[in-house]
């Protein structure tokens, strides 16, 4: 039901039944390495374009989370899905492969959050016994489209981040053992004016502080009910900028509850500037380090407040700002 | 409710409370042109680019929309909307004007049923009180997307559509006076291996057939129910296709009933080769000119199958074939 002004509440608290993350050799080095079902040894996942590396990552994210699951694929009523590429390719031609009915998302690296709660929608609405949502992004296939071919070489600014390659998925039902989702907000488009695109963190900090004030308006909490709110990929150099910012309106969450996904999936050691970004690294750090470590009872309660810059390469070359969302779901154990 | 494998039942019956569709030129030349809200006299819509120009297209659509209902902004919790342009600029960017939390859809030409589907299932799900949907297309962005620069003048097959300059909005509430939305089926993404984007057309009459037919079998219903069951824009090749793929499988639907959102918007001497497409044309034709004829008396029972072709400009390059998909939704006076 509808709580506050943009909130949902999931009264049957639908249980995410299993879920999965695949990445690439950028990852398998990373800092949660350890949380992926599979890490690919090469970026190509033995495709002949990066396109369909991609979307054979988001078809493996699924395909493991439907197996673990132990469901038929034909018991499973739909498939919501977004990434970054150009008409959601990867998510539209898994949906293919999948079979399921489809429903595609776009709302750039919240689609994950975006899709999640629309799943957690339906399952408890009863619109469906079994929803699966994902999400994936891939090195390569963001850096030609939104910035260089990476052949170029091209320098970044200490404010850039670097998009993960790899993809997460969730598989949400009625009732079962696991991860409970309890409630999300909807993020409404948020756009301070900043218009570079390698300070995507700076421009959609601003969004996730609206969520996050948002979020604890309409449930009518604090901070204090999550053991961690993790922004979905501001990086390093966003988050500083959303905790200020958070402070500035008198909410002071605790240096050791927020973080962010993006400063969480590498080793500060290797070359990502300010940390991950792309639809797939919430998906994966939630679908994986998350709830592995719920699982583990190291955390109870989750939210996930996963940012979406919402530019296009030409929106940028108009000259327009980066407008920003951000889509808070809220897991408990 | 679930109903079937990929259906919705919307118990509560959603009002439509008011609608809008503005259009543009050559659409004010067109058949429908008495449906329009507002029909601008150059496609510049006033804007330097012609993606500002379908931006304003879908703000105009909105607000005309919300003014018509004699509701406030803030009275309404949601804003769905979906278009062609990468990254969907024109929804995220409309999104930031209107200020209302946003969801984003891609579902090509099939995002404004897919966003109806979804503001019905939130509305009948109590999940909002308000929701507002939409859908937009340029034809100078589609083409310069999509295909050439339109001041290349390229030539066209006789398949090709010719894509809607327009918007299409409409704002759904629980109670109140005004057609219903009493059901939906989402669509699986079919693939029947044609790779012409100037024949999109036939790409997508398999999933409009797929999801007519699954309709009909998790309703239990057969086209008898309804007064006109209208394809999104297969234009005149692609619904050719459709009603013979469907008589193949022993579904004949009268001809005065089976008809086409992208054969209806222009007139026959107009220069669209084989009809309207674009995610403005079935909102159009469904929000403008269908609920139009609802509201005379003249139709009591629609279904609106909206087509997508989910094609990229790259995944076209690359070889691949079109996949498309079919949402319907099914609208009683």
Known sequence: MLIGNQSWIFNSKPVILSSASV???FEASGAIAKDFDILHKDTWIGQDSFEKAERRLLEEAVEIAIQKSG????DIQFFISGDLLDQIISSSFT???IGLPFLGVFGACSSSMEGLALAAMMVDGNYAKYVI???SSHNSTAEKQFRYPTEYG???PPTAQWTVTGAG??????SGKGPRVTSATIGKVIDMGISDPFNMGAAMAPAAVDTIKAHFKDLNIDHS?????ATGDLGSVGHKIAKDLLQEQGIIIPENKFTDCGMLIYKPEQPTIAG????GCSAIVTYGHFLNRMKKGELKKILIVATGALLSPLSYQQKESIPSIAHAVSIEM
């Open 23 to 25: 990445g690439g050799p």
């Open 71 to 74: 469901l038929k694929k034909q």
């Open 95 to 97: 949906a293919r492969t």
């Open 133 to 135: 949502s994902g999400a």
């Open 154 to 156: 091209g320098q970044k």
């Open 169 to 174: 998925a969730s598989l949400l039902g009625r």
């Open 225 to 229: 009910y999550y053991d961690i709110i």
């Open 276 to 279: 991950g970004s792309g639809c």
